[in-house]
């Protein structure tokens, strides 16, 4: 995991040395304040909540809330290395179930806005966790894990230099053919086969076998086309994310006759002359509600639907 990081002069690279030992960051408040401070620049999508949040005999470091999929993020910080980080961030993920209303309630206090709870996609909700180093034990289990625990080395340099960098979980095929087409899946607690066979659906009808027929054509495509492509079946939706930085990309929403495909994005104009796509916004800034992730929606009835749909893509992750 070292860095090495170089200065371009006219004599040549020189290389910035690293602030290595307790030095480098003498007391956890000083990652803290230096995260908070700078959320919006390291974590364009996130959005600061709360500092030092009492909740359950738990004090959690930073509340915020992720803009583009509509969840709540918990950041943990720590200065040295410390033996439970996962089960802390397992902690915290409970914690967030659990108590929804005291984060809403927390949300629209601080940001004198009127957030309804099922307005929050609770099933991406996830525990950011930024530290100096890890043990190799708490990277076995951070890779081990199916919870959304994701892990930040933070690191300090001369002239006041700070890096931050993601350890990815390792990618294990789980489709050995001959293709070699990699698919990395976390179900978590929810299974492809219930959500098809409508366990999940409340009031609505579960899917016909035509729709079903539908979604596994397309995301069979997805899969071949953007292979890379970390998949999560939620209990509306299924998500395909981005393996640099977990950020939606696009989600299928199977209902009764169709399927309702969501592109995981926010910003206007992405898709302007695309007669096919809504875009999910009126124009005084009121939501039309949907299910999936993201601003831009469309309706696939066919399989010429799907050919249309899985090129556009693309759009979405060049735009991230």
């Given at each position: ?15 910035i ?5 307790k030095?480098a ?8 304040t ?24 738990l004090r ?5 809330f992720?803009?583009?999929?509509n ?7 720590k ?28 949300y629209?206090?601080e940001?004198?806005k009127?957030?309804?709870?099922d307005?929050?996609?609770w ?37 006041d230099v700070i ?17 070699k ?13 219930d ?12 899917p ?14 997805i ?11 939620k ?24 399927i309702?495909f ?12 695309i ?17 999936g ?9 066919s399989?010429?639907d ?10 979405v992750?060049?735009?991230?």
């Amino acid at each position: 995991m070292a860095i090495k990081i170089f200065q371009n002069k006219s004599k040549g690279l020189t290389e910035i040395k690293e602030i290595g030992g307790k030095k480098a960051f003498d007391y956890e408040k000083m990652i803290q304040t230096l995260v908070e401070k700078n959320i919006e620049t390291i974590f364009p999508e996130l959005e600061f909540v709360f500092t030092e949040f009492p909740l359950d005999e738990l004090r959690i470091d930073s509340v915020a809330f992720n803009k583009e999929s509509n969840s709540f993020v918990i950041l943990e910080y720590k200065n040295i290395k410390h033996g439970g980080v996962i089960d802390q961030g397992m902690a915290y993920l409970d914690l967030l179930e659990d108590k929804r209303e005291a984060f809403v309630l927390l949300y629209n206090n601080e940001k004198e806005k009127s957030l309804k709870m099922d307005d929050v996609e609770w099933d991406e909700s996830k525990v950011i966790i930024i530290a100096p180093e890890f043990t190799p034990h708490q990277l076995r289990s951070a890779n081990r894990t199916k919870d959304p625990i994701e892990l930040y080395q933070i690191g300090r340099f001369e002239d006041d230099v700070i890096t931050l960098q993601k350890i990815q979980k390792s990618k294990e095929s789980s489709n050995k053919t001959k293709s070699k087409i990699k698919q990395i899946v976390r179900l978590g607690e929810y299974s492809e086969e219930d959500y098809l066979a409508g366990k999940y659906y409340k009031s609505s009808s579960p899917p016909t076998e035509h729709s079903k027929r539908l979604f596994k054509i397309l995301k069979d495509k997805i899969i071949k086309k953007y292979p890379d492509l970390e998949i999560k079946q939620k209990s509306k939706y299924v998500g395909f994310y981005s393996p640099k930085d977990g950020s939606a990309i696009c989600t299928i929403v199977v209902v009764r006759n169709n399927i309702e495909f969501c592109f995981s994005i926010r910003k206007k104009d992405v898709f302007p002359n695309i007669d096919f796509i809504t875009y999910m916004v009126k124009p005084n800034g009121d939501k039309r509600g949907h299910w999936g992730l993201g601003d831009y929606i469309t309706k696939i009835n066919s399989e010429s639907d799907i050919d249309r749909v899985v090129p556009l893509i693309e759009k979405v992750i060049i735009s991230k």
